[in-house]
T-cell receptor, first 116, second 113 residues
Framework: NAGVTQTPKFRILKIGQSMTLQCTQD?????MYWYRQDPGMGLKLIYY???????DKGEVPNGYNVSRSTTEDFPLRLELAAPSQTSVYFC???????????????FGDGTRLSIL | GDSVTQMEGPVTLSEEAFLTINCTYT??????LFWYVQYPGEGLQLLLK?????DKGSNKGFEATYRKETTSFHLEKGSVQVSDSAVYFC????????????FGTGTSLTVIP
């Protein structure tokens, strides 16, 4: 089972460049999430989606954009990379069905991004 | 708003020692509670969960009991191994906030032989 797959695993960008972090899941989950994890810190929610065509901001959305055209894919876009966006980015998904709060999130292995 | 507070790390233990990592939470409703583990260079993996008061989650020798009266979900293991070295995250999911997850800051555990 592939689960949640993120690409690339590592990337170095120059200030001002743009890129898209890819995330795909094969579990037919409705909910998908993007987090960033800074060194020694917990996870901060960037954006999330409760289904195809529906996205919403999390705690730290500035400088990022997302789209959800299919159930499987939830790409995260950085338009103008800044050093403050150096972080490890995690994509996650969960079934999110029926209003239950007891469904765990499944995580990808992360994308390690450095902005220089 | 909802939040999770974990004990500060890092924690260093000798092999076979007893482990406790404290976690307390604040929630508007009746959340589900989770412990995740993150090994170096990997994503978070679900370790255990509990969905209502007095439930005990358990997995791989780890346990945590959902205590509504103390709003706590402390992680315990009776005898840690070197392979348990990782970062542990406490988290909650609250139906009242659209099933968003709230994570603690993580506690790094190192087990030495």
């Amino acid at each position: 089972n592939a689960g949640v797959t993120q690409t690339p695993k590592f990337r170095i960008l120059k200030i001002g460049q743009s890129m898209t972090l890819q995330c795909t899941q094969d579990m037919n989950h409705n909910y998908m999430y993007w987090y960033r994890q800074d060194p020694g810190m917990g996870l901060k929610l960037i954006y999330y989606s409760v289904g195809a065509g529906i996205t919403d901001k999390g705690e730290v959305p500035n400088g990022y954009n997302v789209s959800r055209s299919t159930t499987e894919d939830f790409p995260l876009r950085l338009e103008l990379a800044a050093p403050s966006q150096t972080s490890v980015y995690f994509c996650a998904s969960s079934p999110g069905t029926g209003g239950d709060s007891n469904q765990p999130q499944h995580f990808g292995d992360g994308t390690r991004l450095s902005i220089l | 708003g909802d939040s999770v507070t974990q004990m500060e790390g890092p924690v260093t233990l000798s092999e076979e020692a007893f482990l406790t990592i404290n976690c307390t939470y604040t929630a508007t409703g009746y959340p589900s509670l989770f412990w995740y583990v993150q090994y170096p260079g990997e994503g978070l993996q679900l370790l255990l969960k509990a969905t209502k008061a007095d439930d005990k989650g358990s997995n791989k020798g780890f346990e945590a009991t959902y205590r509504k009266e103390t709003t706590s979900f402390h992680l315990e293991k009776g005898s840690v191994q070197v392979s348990d070295s990782a970062v542990y995250f406490c988290a909650l999911s609250d139906r009242n906030t659209g099933n968003q997850f709230y994570f603690g800051t993580g506690t790094s555990l190192t087990v030495i032989p």
